[in-house]
């Protein structure tokens, strides 16, 4: 009869920290051997120093750089916000502000043309606002006064566009800015010619009346000749007509 083995002693039992270190080393060994044999099989390909092994590329590919990380969006602090939002509410209102101050000046106040007259410029016709003389002579002598300064747009603005042309042409000019113009080197005292035309008495009922221009001193330059002014609404008055006459004029006889 055979004899029975004595049992086997059992393997001494390991405390948790010597097993742990066990399964490490068995977990080196391991990565050991597979390295290895990647390494033989030329299928290996390592990314960083330090960094865990990566299967190579498919036959002719690339290898995918990993993204960046992404860095979070910077938010705008509140109170930023504020005072951005306040700075383009305030410049929205100095626009709009703008816009209509523009607007409301170019309504009572718009923009001249100086080859219209006094009667269709400064703020609208002369039907609705005081814009002309109002005295027959006084439009007369704003025209001697505006061609001894050299102003044509205030000197034709006090004529009707047709007498403006036809004043042009009755002093040899091409129009009544140049007439103005060429008037103006032919005045030697500024003052004098000015106040060649002095105020007179007239019919307050007339609509109509003619002023000559050698009725009065013309000094400092030449006489303009014979002018035709009518009443207009508001009791202003406009040169509607014109007519030619001496430069000279013979000194007019005392009244007694």
Not at 106 to 124: I, L, R, V, Y
Request: aromatic share 8%; net charge neutral.
């Amino acid at each position: 009869m055979e004899r029975a083995r004595p049992a086997e002693p059992a393997p001494p039992q390991l405390d948790p920290e010597q097993l742990r270190q066990f399964q490490q080393f068995q977990q080196f060994q391991d990565y050991l051997r597979f390295t290895e044999a990647q390494k033989q099989n030329g299928q290996l390909v390592h990314t960083e120093p330090g960094g865990p092994p990566v299967p190579p590329p498919p036959q002719g590919g690339l290898v995918q750089a990993p993204e960046p990380p992404r860095r979070p969006p910077i938010r705008m602090p509140r109170f930023a916000k504020r005072i951005l939002a306040s700075v383009l509410s305030a410049l929205i209102f100095l626009a709009v502000l703008g816009i209509a101050g523009k607007l409301l000046y170019d309504h009572f106040f718009p923009a001249q043309d100086d080859n219209k007259p006094a009667s269709e410029t400064g703020g609208g016709t002369y039907h609705a606002n005081k814009i002309l003389s109002a005295q027959p002579y006084e439009a007369v002598r704003k025209v001697y006064q505006e061609i001894a300064i050299g102003r044509p747009d205030l000197a034709c603005g006090q004529l009707d566009s047709p007498t403006q042309d036809k004043f042009a042409r009755d002093v040899g000019a091409a129009d009544c800015q140049q007439a103005v113009l060429d008037l103006k080197t032919k005045v030697t005292n500024v003052n004098d010619y000015a106040e060649s035309i002095s105020p007179q008495q007239y019919d307050p009922t007339a609509t109509t009346i003619t002023i000559n221009s050698c009725d009065f001193s013309i000094t400092g330059g030449p006489a303009l000749g014979v002018f035709t002014v009518e009443k207009q609404p508001l009791n202003q008055w406009l040169i509607t007509g014109h007519a030619p006459g001496p430069r000279n004029c013979t000194p007019p006889t005392p009244t007694s």
